[in-house]
């Protein structure tokens, strides 16, 4: 599919994206914009070298697609000066490998920070009060009367949640999990904590400012809660992992995808969870060792799992598809309209800008 076919500067996407504006953003400032519509969902090394063919200005690339030397090198060879993915994690990248042929590279992160926490939170929710399970049976036609026993989960209010990888999405994943759901919060950050640590401390501005408020009705925030049935929220910063592995009943994770995170949980790891904990991943599947993972949800059938991402995509370690213990989604977490749209917007502009010379919006190495 082309746009603005006598367009100045070619612009490569090598899947259709969602919405228009991202293709006017483009076609407004002379590109040429060439959007592949191979069926195939996972195009090959080869198939993208002949999308980038002799010129080639900009490439918008996918989380499935392998971009290293290769590419990089013959989309320098094309004349190209940038790539961006339409993702905000970057695995799939080798960063160093632009570098190297002066490819500026960019990535979409902002716009689908509440989406994909959003989803991390729907995975809690259906894993806690076995949605999945329930939907399944009653399409059977299995329901045959309300039963006490029938499909009884777990209530989050009052239980921890536990979040590793502090940083956009899972300081988002935490506040939801707080406000919505009155959970308390244990937290490790790999890199780095300034932002749950800023929301923590406006939140805590916030309980000082409404206990200033009241002060004059009750002695403390704490006594005032109480008085309304209500237990106050915890929060602690966790020293190690393994105390929020060990602490919490619901983990969330959200680290990004490299040597250090590769297996994050293991087999070990798993073990020191509680038996009845929930685990959900919506960062990249190989942060689990899923083998482990299915041998763990054999053992425990108490334990659960919510599931946006894979070891292998689009595969399934086998036997986790049998697991009735596991909420399993395709990769969905960033899938809102609006999101998505705002992520093609994005590369749009982060290709664009590289080659009207302006500073790449989104650089992975600032
Ligand atoms: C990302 O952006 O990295 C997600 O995995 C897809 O939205």
Known sequence: EVWNPSGKYRVVSTKPMPGTRWIRLLTDQDCRVEICTEKKTILSVEDILSLIGNRCDGVIGQLTEDWGEVLFSALRRAGGKAFSNMAVGYNNVVVGAANKYGIAVGNTPGVLT???????????????????????????????????????????????????????????????????????????????????????????????????????????????????????????????????????????LHPVLDKTTYHLINKERLAIMKKEAILVNASRGPVIDEAALVEHLKQNPMFRVGLDVFEDEPFMKPGLADMK??????????????????????????????????????????
Not at 136 to 165: C, E, S
Not at 336 to 359: C, D, F, H, Q
Request: glycine residues 8%.
């Open 114 to 252: 509440e989406t994909t926490a959003e989803l991390a939170a729907s995975l809690s929710l259906a894993a806690s009060r076995r949605i999945v399970e329930a939907d399944q049976f009653m399409r059977a036609g299995l329901y045959d009367g309300w039963l006490p026993h029938l499909f009884v989960g777990n209530l989050l209010k009052g239980q921890t949640v536990g979040v590793i990888g502090a940083g956009r999405i899972g300081s988002a994943y935490a506040r939801m999990m707080i406000e919505g759901f009155k959970m308390n919060l244990i937290y490790y950050d790999l890199y780095q904590a300034t932002r749950l640590e800023k929301f923590v401390t406006g939140m805590s501005l916030l309980a000082f400012s409404i206990y200033n408020c009241i002060s004059g009705l009750v002695s403390s925030y704490g006594e005032f809660l109480k008085a309304n049935g209500e237990q106050p929220v915890t929060w602690k910063r966790a020293s190690s992992m393994e105390d929020v592995l060990r602490e919490a009943d619901v983990i969330s």
């Open 325 to 366: 213990n596991a909420v399993v989604v395709p990769h969905i977490a960033s899938a809102s309209k609006w999101t998505r749209e705002g992520m093609a917007t994005l590369a749009a502009l982060n290709v664009l800008g590289k080659i009207k010379g302006y500073p790449i919006w989104s650089d992975p190495n600032r």
